[in-house]
């Protein structure tokens, strides 16, 4: 699959995003503020990559927030997007429903802390009850995987996690159906994707060019 201009653009503004924050931290090394727009963008642009540089720009993305919330840890949108970052590490571990239940933990643990305090934001809320589903959505996902693996549809798999209310990421190059599929799983642990995401980040202050 090709990345669309749109993805591309939208690729280009996470980058972007990246070297101010960058910057800024650089300025000043207790920005907690600028290691969460740091994070929240590599975050989003894991969902550009493939395969494992996916996973390490997930990896990345977790350092930078979990920074950020040393200096600050009730820092609400940090430990959103930290949530998220665990979500969709969870959702990209094939095979093993006991380590992505342990990455399942944490999200909720994060978007719970993330709640409790910011107890009026319904974004929080939502995702602490969307995390909730996610065990039962990775086994359903796992079973439409080897269904699509032995040639069946896994048409009812995308509608399950779609319930959910999420929508999957375009733009990850990927070499067959199957590893298409899966990846798409990891964009549900975004939630509401790039979107909210920037409504958040708009909130607490956007990048300044």
Not at 55 to 68: G, R
Not at 154 to 172: C, D, L, M, N, Q
Request: net charge negative; charged share 30%; glycine share 8%.
């Amino acid at each position: 699959m090709e990345p669309s201009g749109m993805d591309e653009d939208r690729a280009r503004f996470f980058e972007e995003a990246i070297v101010q924050a960058k910057r800024e931290y650089d300025a000043n090394n207790n920005d907690a503020q600028a290691l969460t727009r740091w994070g929240g963008a590599l975050l989003e642009l894991a969902h550009f990559q493939r395969g494992d540089e996916g996973f390490h720009v997930i990896d990345e993305a977790i350092q930078k927030l979990e920074q950020a919330l040393k200096i600050e840890p009730r820092k609400h949108n940090a430990l959103w997007c930290l949530g998220n970052a665990f979500t969709s590490k969870g959702f990209l571990i094939s095979g093993d429903s006991q380590k992505a239940q342990e990455f399942f933990d944490k999200a909720l643990d994060c978007f719970k802390k993330a709640e409790s305090e910011e107890p009026n934001n319904d974004i929080y809320r939502r995702a602490a009850e969307v995390a909730e589903k996610a065990p039962e959505i990775y086994e359903e996902l796992q079973r439409q995987l080897a269904a699509d693996r032995a040639g069946e549809e896994i048409g009812p798999a995308v509608g399950k996690y779609a319930e959910a209310g999420s929508r999957k990421p375009r733009g990850a190059p990927t070499d067959d159906a199957a590893s298409d599929f899966w990846w798409d799983a990891a964009g549900w642990g975004l939630l509401f994707t790039i979107g909210v995401t920037w409504l958040l980040y708009l909130q607490k202050g956007a990048p300044q060019k």
